[in-house]
């Protein structure tokens, strides 16, 4: 069974500073996801990392792939308060003989930055 | 461009009524559609794949069903809430190697 594991869960942080969120996964996949929900929202897709080796930033995020260690971490530079939000990972299962599988997500990971 | 709608925004039903969740795709064919659950506090939980029109995949047993009667449209049901059917259900569509797109959800509140 796959498993998703997501880490810190919560996260309290002060603007400014660098913090990075793991995502670790048990079984073989070379796909990833990372998604950010807002209070009372849907999930707005973030970055896919498709490879081993995968980086993708996007203003102050940054997440990278290894699929030899099965992990992907989500870096946060310089946080500022509307990057408050709830962020999961998501590990692709691919079945179904080459149309796209079911993603099992993380618990997610509460981040809050406090001025 | 694709958009994805689902509907109704809030729900709350006694046990014991039925249900039925609407989400439908605009701007694109054939995509793989989903149904998720989110409980309070918790992360999200697949509960139904269909990759075509009749073509339903069950993630976990339980007292709801999906259809999918046209290519872009894709319903969940129950027969008959419980109380632990509440949560915030997640409609997404997806092809391959994209990242899921999800619809607004609904907030579905069994009393």
């Known amino acids: 069974e796959l498993k998703v594991e997501q880490n810190p869960l919560f996260l309290s942080m002060q603007e400014g500073k660098n913090y990075t969120i793991y995502c670790n996964y048990s079984?073989?996949?070379?796909?990833l996801y990372w998604y950010r929900q807002d209070p009372g929202k849907s999930l707005e897709s973030l970055f896919v990392?498709?490879?081993?080796?995968a980086v993708k930033q996007e203003g102050r995020l940054m997440a990278s792939l290894d699929t030899k260690a099965r992990l992907s971490t989500l870096h946060i530079t310089a946080a500022v308060h509307d990057l408050s939000a709830t962020y999961f990972c998501?590990?692709?299962?691919?079945?179904?003989?080459?149309?796209?599988?079911?993603?099992?997500f993380g618990k997610g990971t509460k981040l809050s930055v406090k001025p | 461009s694709q958009t994805i709608h689902q509907w109704p925004a809030t729900l709350v039903q006694p046990v014991g009524s039925p249900l039925s969740l609407e989400c439908t795709v605009e701007g694109t064919s054939n995509p793989n559609l989903y149904w998720y659950r989110q409980a309070a506090g918790r992360g999200l939980q697949l509960l139904f794949y269909?990759?075509?029109?009749?073509?339903i995949s069950s993630e976990v047993p339980q007292n709801l069903s999906a259809s999918r009667p046209q290519d872009r449209q894709f319903i969940l049901s129950s027969k008959k809430l419980l109380l632990s059917d509440s949560g915030f259900y997640l409609c997404a569509w997806s092809k391959w190697n994209s990242p899921l797109h999800f619809g607004n959800g609904t907030r579905l509140t069994v009393t």
């Open positions: 079984t073989t996949s070379d796909r």
């Open positions: 269909s990759v075509g029109i009749g073509q």
């Open positions: 990392l498709l490879s081993n080796g």
């Open positions: 998501a590990v692709d299962i691919v079945r179904y003989g080459g149309s796209q599988g079911n993603l099992i």
